[in-house]
């Protein structure tokens, strides 16, 4: 299981040029309660059958209701079984040192998960692909749960995931493939005869 936060190690020039995209925009978000819990929002967002996530980007604001803190707000990314897992902290990301206060903040910025610089780690690559049913899963949750209610709201949340699909063989190269399998099925029954 890959579970990994990718705080402080924004990179700059997310989306490549061989990437697909995806852009997704939310409103309104509460971040309720700890990871898994009921009453968090999860969103599903389709990017394809076994769709390789390589990039995000992120253009977010983000309110601490008082009595909680701005760096405690996530977003956990993964696939729809979380058998991979990554922790989006926009707080922590934007100051390692700072978040530990309520109010609005905005927070900009773009991570490549093939190049993530991780702190006595040195540059590890945390990309991962979904699974057949194609959908990255988005969770939003809280570190600490210290209100009735929503610790912090996801006000507006512009997310573009950059990722690839594996090349499916066109229809002609399935039927020189099956052509291919017939003519050494016919041969082994040929020499089969002959022996």
């Known amino acids: 299981m890959l579970a990994a936060v990718f705080a402080a190690t924004a990179i700059g020039g997310a989306v490549h040029a061989e990437d697909l995209t995806k852009t997704i925009t939310l409103k309104d978000i509460p971040g309720n309660t700890y990871l898994g819990y009921d009453g968090n929002t999860i969103v599903d967002v389709y990017l394809g059958a076994n769709a390789h996530l390589n990039t995000m980007s992120w253009d977010v604001t983000l309110t601490a209701n008082p009595g909680s803190l701005l760096s405690l707000a996530f977003m956990a990314i993964s696939d729809s079984q979380v058998n991979n897992q990554l922790y989006f902290l926009p707080a922590n990301i934007a100051d390692p040192e700072g978040g530990y206060h309520a109010g609005t903040e905005h927070y900009t910025g773009s991570v490549d998960f093939r190049a993530v ?79």
């Open 117 to 195: 610089d991780e702190p006595g780690w040195g540059v590890v690559d945390l990309s991962f692909s979904v699974n057949k049913d194609g959908i990255l899963r988005l969770e939003f949750a809280e570190n600490l749960d210290e209100l009735p209610g929503a610790d912090a709201v996801w006000n507006s949340a512009k997310l573009t995931f950059g990722y690839t699909i594996a090349a499916v063989p066109e229809p002609a190269t399935y039927g020189m493939m099956l052509l291919g399998l017939g003519v050494v099925g016919a041969m082994a029954r040929k020499r089969r005869h002959t022996a």
